[in-house]
């Protein structure tokens, strides 16, 4: 199985390459410059690994939430790929893999991505027996002094939502987290993972059927909220 993997749904820019169970990544924090890293990032990858884009088998791509400029590009970086190549796409919640990066430590997991505009992306997960987040609930959009929680005896919690609305989200579970990170974000080695069981299921779609999930209804911004989104 060779699946290449982009993730460019927050200020972090990654690609990653599985090939056959071996995992390369390229990963820059770069807000603004995902559009020119991209596909020279995934170019030296597979020149690394001595592979031609003819040889992938399909494509792993982070469909978001997050901001509506990078989500729509690794959509469309990904959708560009598969159609000339031919091959599948295989849509994964950034959320989740925000999720992957978190100690398996037996508390449920809250990925929170900043969703700007005093909101978080907020979806809460546990890993299974193979060491893959499942989710726990729906992902949503809102304000972080309105979440809700599942019950859970331990939560850790990740993304740039806890680093922006630490205080509120403590509020809204019933103890304090049992670790905490906020200056992680979404990876594509870790949307690899979790595609590639769905991928070795038959479960890769048409490069038209791979959507972006934003969350928020109002995808046209503003020229002030335009700003704020280029500044990520």
């Not at 992902?139 to 599942?150: G, K």
């Not at 809204?172 to 992680?184: E, H, K, N, Q």
Request: contains cysteine; charged residues 20%; hydrophobic residues 50%.
């Amino acid at each position: 199985m060779k699946l290449l993997a982009i993730e460019t749904a927050t200020e972090n820019c990654s690609v990653a390459l599985l090939d056959d169970g071996a995992l390369i990544d390229r990963s820059e924090l770069a807000p603004r410059r995902h559009a020119e890293l991209v596909l020279p990032m995934a170019e030296a990858l597979l020149a690394e690994a001595g592979m031609t884009r003819r040889q992938l088998d399909g494509i792993a791509v982070g469909r978001g939430p997050g901001a509506f400029t990078g989500v729509r590009l690794a959509i469309s970086v990904a959708q560009g790929l598969a159609l000339a190549l031919d091959i599948p796409v295989v849509p994964v919640s950034s959320l989740a893999a925000l999720a992957m990066q978190a100690p398996d430590n037996g508390a449920a997991i809250l990925a929170a991505i900043d969703a700007r505009r005093e909101e978080i992306y907020a979806g809460a997960f546990r890993f299974d027996a193979a060491g893959l987040v499942q989710p726990l609930d729906p992902e949503r959009v809102l304000a972080a002094s309105d979440l809700t929680v599942p019950e859970a005896e331990a939560w850790n919690v990740i993304g740039t939502g806890w680093h922006a609305y630490g205080d509120a989200i403590s509020e809204r579970l019933a103890s304090a987290p049992r670790w905490t990170d906020g200056g992680r974000f979404p990876q594509a080695q870790d949307v690899a993972r979790l595609a590639a069981p769905l991928f070795a299921a038959g479960k890769g779609v048409p490069p038209e059927q791979a959507l972006p999930v934003y969350l928020r209804d109002k995808v046209a911004l503003t020229l002030e909220e335009q700003h704020a989104e280029r500044g990520k």
